[in-house]
């Protein structure tokens, strides 16, 4: 049988960061190696695959062509080495060594007080590695093998991947307690004042899942003003700019203390559904359903 050279694991990690910064110095950087064995480390992979992979002017890197193919196949043979060694450490105890969770801002702050002291005392020997930010961000580096399972809020249409339902998180009407705006306990979507909903700025899940959740379909009744961040959404709330709907999972946490704001329930179909998300096929689904249980049991 003829023997191929193959290229190495380094190599295609290297040239992934290379496409990532763009830039041969950042990228060597971000590799923990000098930029001349860098380069030479790409070159060796050129030379192996009889490719140019990039151009290389004095300011920039530009992949080529058939770079970008190979790119998108580099990353798809990491994530498979990555789930062999998964499969490997999956045969020994669950849920330990490194593992990164990535979860969404309007989650984190509420879900993860409640249970990452049960998850640290029932898997003392788990590395949990954090990772916050938008529900498209954190998907993007899930599937490109940066984090390994996500914390988010569903329905989101997500290819590729296995979902985990968690339990439900119901809404809820916040207002300030002497609004001028509506009476809450005969609150009503088709009566609310024109752009009295305050909401998120688009790009966070909730904003959507609030729309839907709690029937808002006249976008009239939204605020031209959106907000960067759930306390700073609140805090326009308590100036009684206007009304918004509060996760379920944040009463009772220190976002509303000191402010004079009431939350009010709505109905039973107003709510987003907490899910665990990793990749389709990973050999750590069985470890991830069993965080999903942990996380279950403790999340009140």
Not at 17 to 43: D, K, N, T, Y
Not at 263 to 292: C, H, M, N
Request: proline content about 6%; some cysteine; aromatic content about 6%.
């Amino acid at each position: 049988m003829t023997t191929r050279h193959l290229p190495t694991v380094r190599q295609l990690q290297y040239l992934l960061a290379l496409a990532e910064h763009g830039h041969f110095g950042r990228a060597a950087a971000s590799c923990h190696v000098s930029q001349s064995a860098f380069s030479v480390a790409i070159r060796a992979l050129e030379s192996t695959l009889a490719v140019r992979l990039v151009d290389r002017t004095n300011k920039r890197v530009t992949v080529t062509a058939v770079g970008r193919e190979i790119i998108a196949r580099a990353r798809q043979c990491l994530r498979d080495v990555e789930d062999l060694v998964d499969a490997a450490q999956g045969h020994s105890e669950p849920l330990t060594g490194p593992l990164t969770l990535g979860v969404i801002p309007t989650i984190a702050p509420f879900l993860l007080p409640r249970v990452l002291p049960a998850i640290r005392r029932q898997f003392p020997r788990l590395e949990l590695y954090l990772r916050e930010d938008l529900t498209q961000r954190i998907y993007a580096e899930l599937m490109n093998g940066t984090i390994d399972v996500m914390l988010v809020a569903l329905p989101y249409e997500l290819q590729g991947v296995e979902e985990m339902p968690l339990f439900r998180d119901h809404f809820r009407l916040a207002a300030r307690e002497d609004t001028r705006l509506l009476d809450p306990a005969r609150y009503d979507p088709r009566r609310l004042p024109a752009e009295s909903v305050l909401l998120l700025e688009d790009g966070h899940c909730l904003r959507n899942h609030a729309l839907t959740a709690c029937r808002l379909r006249d976008p009239g009744r939204v605020s031209r003003f959106s907000a960067t961040s759930l306390p700073t959404l609140l805090q326009m709330v308590d100036a009684d700019l206007g009304v918004t709907y509060l996760p379920e999972m944040a009463e009772g946490t220190p976002l509303l203390k000191g402010t004079r704001i009431r939350t009010y329930p709505l109905t039973d179909t107003s709510y987003r559904e907490i899910g665990l998300v990793w990749r389709k096929g990973s050999a750590r689904g069985p470890e991830f359903r069993q965080l999903g249980e942990l996380i279950v049991a403790h999340r009140a």
